[in-house]
């Protein structure tokens, strides 16, 4: 049992880094505690005073193909 406090390192299956311009994102596949895998894309950039800025969007199994489906739908307002 980990001690209190702990944090659990999820077993990523999958990872992918994408560098375009000043930012870099991160897609990973990670397996949860239950053992379903979900989606997690992150977002790297440094702000206007030089920092390190970090945001997070997590995606689990079930919402992945409502998810899927509108980022197909935004797509196509891309092109």
Known sequence: MPAQG??????KVFSKMLRAGSKTYFFDIKKASNGSNYLTIAESSKNQKGEQVT??????????PAFSASLGEASQFLK
Do not use: P, S, T, Y
């Open 6 to 11: 702990a944090v659990k390192i999820q077993e």
């Open 55 to 64: 945001n997070r969007l997590m995606v689990f199994k079930d919402q992945f």
